[in-house]
């Protein structure tokens, strides 16, 4: 990708914000009992978390059988660190890893399990300086792997106007794409979120501006999904993990909006080694969603991989 005079800067001082305050990925594990019955965690057995935050998902895998190891994945080194100290009294049952786990190397017929919870984080969406909310004034950044060299700033104040036409209306769904990338060419550069989200608000009709969603939201979207290549990501995904699998192990991916179940639905569809278990998706329950309202829109999939002789 290119580089550009409004790229943030990727040198960041990833010491200091280590030893900042990590609580934040302690959140709620979206769907969690379902996940673990549906990966059926057995004693012994080798599981993958691929987006591991701060360690929520892996700790129930861990805890739900006797000599359980696990291998940790993330993009973001902050999640990775919270993941270790959450995760610490496990010691030589986890292994960290901190990567896109498009670039993942999934070794043959090694795991019993294979999770992916997709998306943005809810310590990403309450951290102001990681740029992915328009709720605080911050930079347009939006990387989950800040040692990346380009932003959202990138895209913003760089692509020509029908590519952020684009993007717009494919990645976030937003129907007045058009009008939006209009503005944004016409009052750039933008430097903060709330500088880009007023600019949203102003050019869309009144009913528009005051519905159910804020109208810069969809554009956000669109703008983290291809900052941080999410959708090509987890074709690549689908596409590999499947023979990490050991036969008779099962993945499970959660996903939160349209775009993402859609290619996660077809994607393990189409595996010719994987089994559908779950003929519609599994949704939050009442009492979840209660707790927990980012589960609202979580769907999780699971298939298992096929054993040679079937």
């Not at 696990?70 to 993941?83: C, F, G, K, P, Q």
Request: glycine share 6%.
């Amino acid at each position: 990708m290119f580089e550009s005079d409004f790229s943030i800067n990727s040198d960041v001082d990833l010491d200091a914000d280590l030893d900042a305050d990590l609580s934040g990925f302690s959140h709620i594990p979206v769907l969690s009992q379902e996940v673990i019955q549906g990966l059926a965690v057995h004693p012994g057995g080798y599981y993958l978390d691929l987006t591991v935050g701060g360690g929520g998902h892996s700790r129930l895998i861990l805890a739900a059988a006797d000599n359980v190891k696990l291998t940790a994945s993330d993009r973001d080194e902050l999640a990775i660190a919270a993941a270790q100290q959450n995760l610490a009294e496990y010691g030589k049952q986890v292994d960290f890893i901190q990567q896109n786990f498009a670039n993942y190397h999934f070794p043959a017929r090694t795991y019993d399990g294979i999770l992916a919870d997709l998306g943005v984080s809810s310590h990403h969406l309450d951290q102001p300086e990681r740029g992915f909310s328009f709720r605080h004034k911050a930079n347009l950044d939006m990387r989950m792997d800040r040692q990346q060299s380009w932003s959202a700033a990138d895209v913003v104040n760089e692509w020509e106007e029908t590519d952020l036409a684009d993007i717009f209306f494919k990645y976030g769904e937003e129907r007045l794409s058009r009008r939006i990338a209009k503005r944004i060419i016409e009052r750039r550069p933008f430097y903060t979120t709330t500088e880009l989200a007023e600019a949203i608000a102003g050019c869309v009709p009144p009913k528009y501006r005051h519905g159910r969603i804020h109208p810069a939201t969809r554009v956000f979207q669109a703008l983290r999904i291809v900052v941080n290549d999410e959708l090509n990501s987890l074709e690549t995904l689908i596409a590999k993990a499947p023979e990490a699998l050991v036969p008779g192990g099962k993945i499970a991916i959660i996903s939160f909006h349209s775009l993402e179940d859609r290619i996660v639905k077809h994607g393990l569809r189409n595996s010719p080694i994987l089994h559908i278990l779950t003929k519609k998706p599994i949704t939050a329950q009442d009492d979840e969603i209660a707790q927990n309202p980012r589960s609202r829109s979580a769907k999780l999939r699971i298939a298992q991989r096929i054993n040679d002789r079937d």
